[in-house]
């Protein structure tokens, strides 16, 4: 934190003042009343003997003179105690004897870092000490309201309260302090609004009312405060909530000339439409931080440069979207500029290519996660100052070798940090050894580069994070790789075409924290040098080439993890683990707090077999399908899986009943078994899955009814329940009490009886499949409910789960609360166009109903035409009568339409012929007659589609039409009278027309001489050029003949 010279500087002057007076006058002795003033204190304290502060406090013939104790400081004219300096570092004390107000002439009292845990809140009689200029409570636990007798101290100049748990409103008496010049409440839990009455405090040149919770709008009375040097008002806990309480429109900030230091991150600053200008007006300012403020572009009348001395700007977190209006203004600012974040504004454009020679004393810049294009420019490697580059995620190029080049010119190299992740960079990776002896972090991941990774990186010695994921490159990992990294915390080399080469008994020189090594090739032999890695919390093996049991040892620090994916190999065998310790209710790992253990763990394609073993429920996350495990109990039935999220047992050998053990899993999401060979009743237990969002259970042998206890989960998205031998009636609670479904799937089972009503009110259902089974009577026509279906709205292509857990980051300078969500992307299997198909990245987009190979009768309801929302409607194979409904042209999305197998009649509604995305049509097998309306989507199908319907005629059927069937079926379709359009009327109107035509032109000519002589002539000139064509091209063909 920037210091208020001023301040300290007067502060100190009286001090030292103090401090000379007391020691050039020895003669003076300290006032007996004061010393046992103070030794009543000490014993307030209850310093124990072991503890020696204020060991020279005391009655010995050597610590008569009170005025020579540790923090005490006399007046050299009269002996009174005026200085009282016993600040600490988080000590615990006693109590604050009211014998402190008995040193009535004390100037100056300093009681910081002290615990005092039988004095709860800030005693009033401190009030007393009437003469004090300097008070320092700062860190002491205080609670409670602030003392109104605190307005006494008239003389008082320095009062830090900071670091407390005060509450209430911004104590008023305090604003009465006209001498104030440094005022510190930070960090305690002040609320309300801030009083107006602090534009009272013309003296004041320090204001520190950070982190608290303050509402409301920043006075506009802060314009009073004309000497103020120092305001900080950052609100309570903003990297974790981003809170926006405190607001201000900045009016005030012109007056202010003599700011040097300016925090007020995370205040809405959106009615500020000016605030470049107002910055802009401050000529002393050296600190300024608006990070995420709300700020969008204003239009500046002055510019920046007179902030000369401006040395620290922090603008990120907001909506400076236009980068050829900020960078401008920034470049015009002062070049001792040394830090500069921009980062998440969203900002277009590009980078000044002289935007480094502008800035030549920057050490840090950031303008991470942005949308910036085009080249990154040279100059901002010419600065042999920079310490801190940060580029990533934007949409930058540029070839890296060149910029290495650039910046291995500078003699001094104090890089420490060079971050140009996720962005379109080119290039090869040079040597980077020469580059910065202090590199700590190099992040190139997900670029273009290419080539190989040179050995000399191994020789940046101070290197924590190497992060190369997602490039292209190739080639070999050795050992060499990695000779000095002893200091490496992160690796991540995933996603490119590298192999490791490293002998079996390689031991390296680093212990990680975070392994990324997906599609690196580490086999086929297990990598045994992750044993020599003891705090692993992050892992990824995957599609790592690796076909080998996995050794028991490597499960152990499981318990540790936050992450492991050794999914895509061919691992094999049965895993054995160890017996891991219970579960507390906190997670600690290296770096981090958690609340609950957040362990994912993705073993899927791979060839385990056997039992899945019970530690694994101790992870959020499991993913174990495509396996060959045979028993799920061990892991169902584990005493530890309150804090499962998902689980994904799909597709492996497992069997058996399903064990009712679900009710410990009081956290689950997702739950996946299908295709396995469980058989046997649902267990009732699954009802208690409160937070239960999608249930898969497809492809399996269960049988029974689906039990009721399932109309608990409220929460339910996705069912499927598909082919397995279910039977009973459809439960009607599905539709009363799972109003959030979106997909049912129940497909391939016997359930039997009428499709209940109460399936009408799912109006968030997408995917309705109830085919292959024995269902009866008709179609609900309230299914036009189904409001979901009823819309062209558009939704996510995706649909997912989510939850998000939160954790403090210990190597972190503020210990920052994180918020880290993790995502489920849900899948189903459905029957589409006639083969199963796995739907995932577009299932949210499905909208269908599938209600095939069922016992439905009854006329398909002109109801289910208002669902406009379709792409797929399949009712064949049932018993459905009666006409098409005529309006089925309204499915203007509909890709697949199925009607065949049923006995429909009458004509193909002309409508049809309207729908152009209908890709999949069958008719087949049903009663229709009349022609097969025409239109380029009905004609050019295949026959094969109406075929099964001998009363249809027209393309494609070989079955031609009668002379007059196209209007008899046009008139049958439109629903008009018996009579013909082509009759005997229609003949006599067509001759009468012809009559009075031909004998119109001929009249004209008749009466008209001109006409008729140009008529004439036309007809002479058009048979001259007729004859003279013909002659010409006569002769030529003789001419070519004769040649021959």
């Known amino acids: 934190m920037m210091m208020n010279g001023v301040v300290y500087l007067v502060l100190m002057v009286q001090l030292l003042a103090w401090t000379s007076s007391a020691a050039v006058v020895p003669s003076v002795k300290c006032i007996e009343s004061e010393r046992q003033a103070l030794l009543s204190l000490k014993r307030g304290f209850n310093v124990t003997h072991d503890d020696d502060w204020l060991s020279s406090w005391g009655d010995g013939e050597q610590q008569k003179e009170c005025c020579n104790w540790e923090g005490v400081k006399c ?159 950052h609100p309570y806990s903003y990297p974790r ?364 394609f791979n060839l385990f077999e056997g039992p899945i073993p019970a530690f694994l429920s101790t992870a959020s996350q499991t993913f174990l399908s495509n396996n060959r495990f045979s028993i799920a109990n061990p892991l169902l039935c584990a005493n530890s899986t309150k804090n499962m999220r998902f689980m994904d047992l799909s597709n492996n050998d497992l069997r058996g009943e399903l064990s009712d053990c679900w009710r410990g899993f009081e956290s689950l999401v997702v739950l996946d078994l299908s295709n396995n060979q469980f058989y046997g009743n649902m267990p009732k237990s699954l009802g208690s899955l409160k937070n239960i969002k999608s249930i898969h259970l497809g492809g399996n042998n269960f049988s029974g009814e689906i039990p009721s206890s399932l109309n608990n989960c409220t929460q339910l998205q996705i069912f499927d329940a598909a082919r397995n031998k279910l039977s009973g009636t459809i439960p009607s609670w599905i539709g009363d009490n799972i109003g959030k479904l979106l997909v049912l799937s129940l497909h391939s089972n016997k359930f039997h009886g009428n499709i209940p009503l109460s399936m009408c009110n799912l109006d968030e259902l997408r995917v309705l499949d109830l085919s292959l089974n024995i269902l009866s009577g008709s179609i609900p026509k309230c299914i036009s409910n189904l409001s979901a279906m009823a819309t062209l709205a558009h939704s996510n292509a995706t649909i997912i789960h989510g939850y998000h857990y939160e954790y403090v980051d210990y190597h972190s300078t503020t210990d920052a609360v994180h918020e880290v969500f993790r995502v489920y992307n849900d899948s189903a299997s459905l029957i589409w166009k006639g083969k199963m198909s796995k739907y995932g990245s577009t299932l949210g987009l499905l909208r269908s109903i599938d209600f095939s190979s069922n016992r439905l009768t009854g006329e398909i309801p002109t109801e289910m035409m208002s669902l406009i929302g379709l792409v797929s409607l399949n009712l064949s194979r049932n018993f459905f009568s009666g006409d098409i409904p005529p309006t089925i042209g309204q499915l203007k999305s509909i890709d697949s339409l199925d009607l065949s197998r049923n006995h429909l009649s009458g004509t193909i509604p002309s409508q049809l012929a309207q729908i152009d995305r209908l890709s999949v049509l069958d008719l087949s097998y049903n009663d229709l007659s009349g022609e097969i309306p025409l239109g380029t989507q009905l004609q050019t199908r295949d026959a094969s589609a109406y075929e099964g319907n001998p009363k249809l005629c027209g393309a494609p059927l070989n079955n031609t039409c009668p002379i007059h069937g196209h209007q008899i079926s046009e008139h049958g379709a439109d629903g008009d009278d018996d009579e013909q359009f082509v009759s005997e009327g229609f003949y006599i109107a067509m001759a009468a027309g012809f009559v009075m035509a031909f ?34 091209k006569v002769a030529k063909f003789k001419r070519i003949i004769s040649q021959i």
């Not at 604003?175 to 003296?203: A, F, H, I, K, V």
């Not at 940046?460 to 190497?466: A, D, K």
């Not at 048979?1023 to 013909?1030: E, G, N, P, Q, S």
């Open 75 to 233: 007046s050299n004219h009269t002996g009174q105690v005026v200085m009282l300096d016993l600040h600490a570092h988080d000590y615990t004390r006693g109590s604050i004897s009211p014998s402190l107000g008995e040193l009535h002439h004390l100037k100056y009292l300093d009681l910081s870092g002290n615990h005092f845990t039988h004095t709860p809140s800030i005693p009033p009689f401190i009030a007393s000490l009437t003469f004090l200029t300097h008070l320092n409570l700062s860190h002491s636990s205080f609670a409670g309201n602030i003392p109104p007798q605190l307005a006494n101290l008239l003389f008082l100049q320095y009062l830090d309260l900071s670091s407390n748990n005060l509450v209430g409103e911004f104590p008023l008496q305090v604003t009465n302090m006209s001498s104030l010049r440094y005022l510190d409440l930070s960090y305690n839990r002040l609320n309300e609004t801030m009083p107006p009455q602090l534009g009272n405090l013309l003296s004041l040149e320090h204001l520190d009312l950070s982190a608290n919770a303050f509402t409301g709008t920043i006075p506009s009375q802060f314009k009073n405060l004309s000497r103020l040097q120092y305001l900080d008002l």
């Open 241 to 604: 909530y981003k809170t926006m309480s405190i607001s201000s429109d900045l009016q005030w900030l012109s007056e202010l000339s003599t700011m040097r230091y300016l925090s007020l991150p995370w205040v809405n600053l959106s009615g500020a439409s000016n605030w470049q200008q107002q910055v802009s007006s401050l000529s002393h300012l050296q600190y300024l931080d608006l990070n995420g403020c709300n700020l969008v572009h204003s239009v500046l009348t002055s510019s920046f440069a007179s902030s000369a001395s401006l040395s620290y700007v922090d603008i990120s977190n907001n909506s400076l979207r236009d980068a050829s209006l900020i960078f401008p203004w920034l470049m015009n600012s002062s070049s001792s500029l040394v830090t500069l974040r921009m980062n998440d504004n969203g900002l277009t454009g590009t980078i000044p290519e002289t935007f480094g020679n502008n800035l030549s004393s920057l050490e840090e810049l950031n303008l991470a996660n942005n949308e910036l294009k085009g080249q990154i420019p040279l100059s901002l490697f010419h600065s042999c100052n920079l310490a801190y580059l940060d580029l990533s995620n934007n949409n930058l190029t540029g070839e890296f070798h060149e910029y290495i080049r650039e910046f291995s010119r500078c003699a001094r190299k104090p890089l420490r940090i060079l971050d140009l992740g996720w962005n379109e960079i080119t290039g090869i990776l040079p040597d980077l050894s020469q580059v910065s002896s202090s590199l700590e972090v190099l992040g190139l991941d997900n670029n273009r580069l290419s080539g190989t990774i040179h050995e000399g990186i191994g020789q940046l010695s101070n290197l924590t994070v190497l992060s190369l994921g997602n490039n292209f490159l190739t080639g070999l990992i050795s050992e060499a790789h990695f000779s000095r990294l002893s200091n490496l915390d992160t690796l991540d080399l995933s996603h490119n075409a590298l192999a490791f080469n490293v002998s079996v008994d390689w031991i390296p020189p680093f212990d990680l924290t975070n392994i990324y090594l997906a599609s690196c090739k580490l086999g086929p032999n297990f990598p045994t040098w992750l044993h020599t890695q003891t705090t692993i919390e992050y892992l990824d093996i995957s599609c790592a080439g690796i076909s080998s049991t996995v050794p028991n040892w490597f499960w152990e620090p499981l318990h540790l993890m936050l992450y492991l994916n050794i999914s895509h190999n061919r691992f094999r065998g049965k895993i054995e683990g160890p017996i891991l310790p219970a579960i507390v209710s906190y997670y600690v790992v290296a770096s981090a707090f958690i609340s609950d253990p957040l362990l994912s763990i993705d073993l899927s």
């Open 999 to 1032: 004998w119109g032109v001929c009249f004209s000519l008749i009466l008209k001489k001109s006409w008729r002589y140009a008529y004439f002539k036309l007809l002479s000139d058009v048979y001259d050029k007729l004859y003279v064509f013909t002659a010409i």
